[in-house]
């Protein structure tokens, strides 16, 4: 059985989740607005020690069905359409790695391609409880579109499931370690990793280490957001996460950029989904933490 696999298999169950998509800040509204909300219904079935599928039905607005199969070659998928069973983009697949033995993925474009959208999708589970986010770029490689999916499995989100983070819930010193998948297909474990966030005003420093490597920098707090020195920013949403992202991917030059998802499970429990992609704009690695405050 491949890890891709493996790991889709874990979603065995009914998941029922919300689905809210919002407007990236800016300078003028530096809240981010909601504009629309879905609910949905995720169904993963096991067909058979080499098959699965995945029914996801978004009420109100359709459903799709999908099949995955574990193969020799790799993992393939297929689209289903009443009686139509066709191959999948295959780049869709690739796109998608999985952290091995946990339920937790990073999917994104490979490399960033001219004049095409760009889109990033992030998801951690912890227990029954899942959240994904996803930061989609016009062509122009400006932020168009934030969505906050919380999601649960067999059974109904609660109304921590929708709360939006706070300031406090950032600030202080955690610990803990990081796991990371690279492009090449590599996977570390027990990486050390480290985040101090401190506040003055309505100015923040961020202090971020994994193993031996580690970025400061400073940003200016906003109202539902925080605006960062080196051009990303981070926005608070619901289901206690934040979506980082770069306001603007460089059209040439230096490329490198990172888009991110951070959730609190826990108050003084935080998990940190982190993708980097290098100078020319191809994805380079995923660091995958858990971390806890004050130890």
Known sequence: MTKTFDSLCLNEGVWEGVWTYF????DEQPSPEAINQRTSTLIFERLGPSRLR?????HGQGELVWEYEDAEEGLRWFEIKGEERKPGDPNFIAAI???SGENCFTSGYLRLMENLPFISEQGIVVGERKRRGMVMFDRAGAPATLIAIRE???GTLVDDDHAVVTVDDLLGEWSGEARMVTA?????TALPARLLVRREDDRLQLVSAFGDNAESVAGTLGEGSVRLENGHRLVFLPGRILLGYPEQIPASGNRAFTVSLWWWPEPT???RMVREYDEDGAWRRTLL???RRGR
């Open 269 to 271: 429990r935080l998990r």
């Open 184 to 188: 090449a297909g590599t996977e570390e």
């Open 54 to 58: 995945q029914t996801n039905r978004y």
């Open 97 to 99: 790695r999985p952290f």
């Open 289 to 291: 933490t858990d971390e």
């Open 23 to 26: 407007r990236p800040p800016t």
């Open 152 to 154: 649960t499995r067999n």
